[in-house]
T-cell receptor, first 112, second 113 residues
Framework: EPEVTQTPSHQVTQMGQEVILRCVPI?????FYWYRQILGQKVEFLVS????????KSEIFDDQFSVERPDGSNFTLKIRSTKLEDSAMYFC??????????FGSGTRLTVV | DAKTTQPPSMDCAEGRAANLPCNHS???????VYWYRQIHSQGPQYIIH???NNETNEMASLIITEDRKSSTLILPHATLRDTAVYYCIVSPRSSGSARQLTFGSGTQLTVLP
């Protein structure tokens, strides 16, 4: 069964550093998403991406965040200057035109 | 998106049916009921969705009341690996738009040996 692949599975970074979280969505999917989940809290929407541009973003997705689809396969989330409160699980998801979302297994980001 | 109400936790004996309820009294006519689950901080996993008819797949059955104000997810023979947080989400059909899912707190289902 096709999967959404996320790397790395765990990233530790120092406060103020930039991180890039990587995702390989399912190849024929058209919509791409980033969600995050702070430990013990709900899964929260960050951003959706379609046709090489952001479709929608939440208030969490401020100027320190950016997304890119640099080639036909990768979808990245960049956090420019990490803060302690950015520590969370980050999930990538993709979806075809018609159908359900498939989520990756996540990247655990720890900011120290 | 319409809001949903789910019990925070439920237990079920292994091998028995797990029936997870969800109230969505403000659901509108174009909104579907989706069920996802999350096993211990893994990514959410799609289970099933429906509009107004009952649905069944290899994982579960979805029973939607006639007035569509509530639904029940049924796992017919729960196993220990079904222990997870189950999310009931109502959302318009996603075709043609990038509409995201809005997750609530879900129901923590614990399957007991």
């Amino acid at each position: 069964e096709p999967e959404v692949t996320q790397t790395p599975s765990h990233q530790v970074t120092q406060m103020g550093q930039e991180v890039i979280l990587r995702c390989v969505p399912i190849s024929n999917h058209l919509y791409f998403y980033w969600y995050r989940q702070i430990l013990g809290q709900k899964v929260e929407f960050l951003v959706s991406f379609y046709n090489n541009e952001i479709s929608e973003k939440s208030e969490i997705f401020d100027d320190q965040f950016s997304v890119e689809r640099p080639d036909g396969s990768n979808f990245t989330l960049k956090i420019r200057s990490t803060k302690l409160e950015d520590s969370a699980m980050y999930f990538c998801a993709s979806r075809p035109l018609e159908g359900s979302y498939t989520f990756g297994s996540g990247t655990r980001l720890t900011v120290v | 998106d319409a809001k949903t109400t789910q019990p925070p936790s439920m237990d079920c004996a292994e091998g028995r049916a797990a029936n997870l309820p969800c109230n969505h009294s403000t659901i509108s006519g174009n909104e579907y009921v989706y069920w996802y689950r999350q096993i211990h901080s893994q990514g959410p996993q799609y289970i099933i969705h429906g509009l107004k008819n009952n649905e069944t797949n290899e994982m579960a059955s979805l029973i939607i009341t006639e007035d569509r104000k509530s639904s029940t997810l049924i796992l017919p023979h729960a196993t220990l690996r079904d222990t997870a947080v189950y999310y009931c989400i109502v959302s318009p059909r996603s075709s043609g738009s990038a509409r995201q899912l809005t997750f609530g707190s879900g129901t923590q289902l614990t399957v007991l040996p």
